[in-house]
Nanobody, 118 residues
């Protein structure tokens, strides 16, 4: 079992910044991809950003230029720096860890509430 543990999140005014962290522990042999999804009330879960072992990064169009994902392989930790936050970024952000291959199980963090006030 792999246990991603999230930290960060909270309440911020529009235009502000927040940083999320997700540290994976447990039976980790090799991590393939790490990243973040988010889910707002009444909406489907959507990919925010992901980074794989090779460093390939994917962002949702809605966050490009504002959010930055990074990864510390030595610490099995992924970060999401969120700048220029908008009220529509309000959601529960969920970290995931996948590995050692893309077909391996996905493990999810507990979720972090991000609320952006206007």
């Amino acid at each position: 079992q792999v246990h991603p543990v999230e930290s960060g999140g909270g309440l911020v005014q529009a235009g502000g910044s927040l940083r999320l962290s997700c540290a994976a522990s447990g039976s980790i042999f090799s991590i393939n991809a790490m990243g973040w999804y988010r889910q707002a009330p009444g909406k489907q879960r959507e990919l925010v950003a992901s980074i794989n072992r090779s460093g390939r990064i994917t962002y949702a169009d809605s966050v490009k230029g504002r959010f930055t994902i990074s990864r510390d392989n030595a610490k099995n930790t992924v970060y999401l720096q969120m700048n220029s936050l908008k009220p529509e970024d309000t959601a529960v952000y969920l970290c995931y860890v996948n590995g050692p291959s893309p077909s391996s199980p996905w493990y999810w963090g507990q979720g972090s509430q991000v609320t952006v006030s206007s």
